[in-house]
């Protein structure tokens, strides 16, 4: 009985991402996660991104060993009597025009890793999957953490 | 007989009017020349400076704020360093540790010896989530010189809004109330030894970390 039961686990764990999703036609290249501060409970993942299809895509988050949620964030300006103020907002996407390019740097557009579950150290690698619309496509990714970005 | 009497003050009154006029003119010059030197002073800074000057320089307001220890702190204290320093606060996954990445790259920059003239300073507008130790914990994390600050929701606003930076907290519904974020202002300040403010940096100018360095030494070899 144990054992079916494990066994209809693991068959399961196989399929999904056969059945669900496809590898989207990305190209990453300059990732990075932040290492986390002490004290902090959320951290950020850096990189370019370039669509290597004629459709434009939507990253509309992913996943990852580390964190409980990724979730695509922007950086908001607004002025306050002269003055900007910075804030973050979750989105639903980031879109990528066909061909184009996205990057996700510090102080602009980022993938938000929050509630962290491991602290990284610089040097690690950290697996993340980005997930895109349309459709379930998907890109699975070793990124290092580091401190500042990669030169 | 009216008409006579009319006249002579009508002179009185030209004359007068002749002095008033010179004065005026003369008043006016001084006061043009007196702007364009101000002007021409600032513009001489502003071209020797990468951040944003202050001409005149006003005086740094001295916040009064407890420090990471759990000990009073006011800027007032730092007389004799240049002070360098931001708001924000810890749980910013983004913008807060790539400013103070950035003020570890422009600190350690420096010469030793202008390093000991020198404090970084992070106000976390957080005080909900930001104890002293959260701050102890976080802060030596981008240098060991670092000092977090942070105090009671007025004494933070009364440093926030001397310095013309603001905050709000951005709850969403239904969230844990211990999770939100806060948007902030993400300038750096600029104060020399004498407690003057003399310097503005806005959050994509701390990239260039030489450039800010030479300012802070510039700063401090004027004093």
Known sequence: MRVKTLFIVVLCAGLLPIASAEPASVQVTNAWIREVPPAATDTAAYMKIRNLSQTPLQLVGGSSTIARKVEPMVTTKQTRGGHEVLGMETVTGLTIPGRGTLELKPGGDHLMMMGLLSRPKEGDQVKLTLKFSPGDQQADLQIPVSKEPPK | ?223
Request: proline letters at 4%.
């Open chain 2, 1 to 223: 007989m009216s008409e006579r009497t009319f006249y002579p003050s009508f002179k009185v009154q030209g004359f007068n009017w002749r002095i008033v006029f010179a004065a005026c003119a003369i008043a006016l010059t001084v006061l043009v020349a007196f702007f364009l030197s101000r002007y021409a002073a600032y513009r001489k800074l502003q071209e020797q400076f990468y951040g944003q000057v202050l001409e005149p320089a006003q005086e740094g307001y001295d916040f009064r704020l407890i420090d990471q220890n759990g000990k009073a702190f006011q800027l007032s204290q730092l007389r004799g360093k240049v002070v360098l320093f931001s708001f924000g606060y810890t749980h910013c996954p983004d913008v807060c540790p790539t400013t103070l990445t950035d003020f570890g790259k422009i600190y350690r920059a420096l010469s030793e010896n202008d390093r000991e003239r020198v404090q970084v300073l992070f106000i976390s507008v957080d005080s909900r989530r930001d104890q002293p130790e959260t701050l102890k914990n976080y802060i030596p994390y981008f240098d060991a010189s670092f000092l977090g600050l942070t105090g009671d929701a007025n004494h933070i606003n009364e440093a926030t809004r001397a310095y013309g930076a603001s905050y709000e907290f951005v709850h969403h519904p239904g969230e844990d109330p211990d999770v939100y974020l806060v948007n902030h202002s993400a300038y750096a300040y600029l104060i020399d030894p004498d407690g003057k403010w003399k310097a503005i940096y806005d959050f994509d100018q701390l990239r260039e970390t030489e450039k800010v360095a030479a300012d802070i030494r510039r700063v401090l070899k004027s004093s």
